[in-house]
């Protein structure tokens, strides 16, 4: 069974600090990987999502990279600011429709 | 494009009552995914339809049941509600396809007192 794992469970950053939240997964047969942001109390918002056969992924201040063979994803956050606090969380895509769900990532961005 | 909806935003049931949680997906995508997550755990899978059919059933008692209606909205069913069912549910919606990512809904906050 899919095991995903992340790593650190909680992060606090000053503002404008770049920062990288880990993903590693122990399944590499994925179809893809997506990360999603969730506020608290909140439904799950999706920043990036990378196909199997890509490396990264970027949106705006945000890169997502995916080693597949080694089961390892990196999503890179360049100069935080207060708004990105949140619960970060990868979710590996399988075949049968399954996706799992790392244990997120809790960031603090501090003004 | 309407995001997916779930309705009610929350919703407060006593024990051993139903409850009954509603869907709609993005336009054109026919999958619909239920999760649970209980505070203080992560996302637990509940239940897959797609065209109109249950396709999978995540780790739960049959109490938790739903449907898909011809329209692909959804809704999922708790019976015999226990204190430990409060939790946030989330929808999510996919068009199948093996390389399509899933979008989600804010989710049905249910406390079960």
């Known amino acids: 069974k899919q095991e995903v794992t992340q790593i650190p469970a909680a992060l606090s950053v000053p503002e404008g600090e770049n920062l990288v939240l880990n993903c590693s997964f122990t399944d590499s047969a994925i179809y893809n990987l997506q990360w999603f942001r969730q506020d608290p109390g909140k439904g799950l918002t999706s920043l990036l999502l990378i196909q199997s056969s890509q490396r990264e992924q970027t949106s705006g201040r945000l890169n997502a990279s995916l080693d597949k063979s080694s089961g390892r994803s990196t999503l890179y956050i360049a100069a935080s600011q207060p708004g990105d606090s949140a619960t970060y969380l990868c979710a590996v895509g399988t075949g049968a429709n399954n996706l799992f769900f790392g244990t997120g990532t809790r960031l603090t961005v501090i003004p | 494009e309407a995001g997916v909806t779930q309705s009610p935003t929350h919703l407060i049931k006593t024990r051993g009552q139903q409850a009954t949680l509603r869907c709609s997906p993005i336009?054109?995508?026919?999958?619909v995914y239920w999760y649970q997550q209980a505070l203080g755990l992560g996302l637990q899978f509940l239940l897959w339809?797609?065209?109109?059919?249950?396709?999978n059933r995540g780790n739960f008692p049959p109490r938790f049941s739903g449907r898909q209606f011809p329209n692909y909205s959804s809704e999922l069913n708790v019976n015999a509600l226990e204190l430990e069912d409060s939790a946030l549910y989330l929808c999510?919606?996919?068009?199948?396809?093996?390389?399509?990512?899933?979008?989600f809904g804010s989710g049905t906050r249910l406390t079960v007192v």
């Open positions: 339809y797609d065209e109109g059919e249950e396709r």
């Open positions: 999510a919606s996919r068009r199948q396809g093996a390389g399509n990512g899933y979008t």
């Open positions: 336009s054109g995508h026919t999958s």
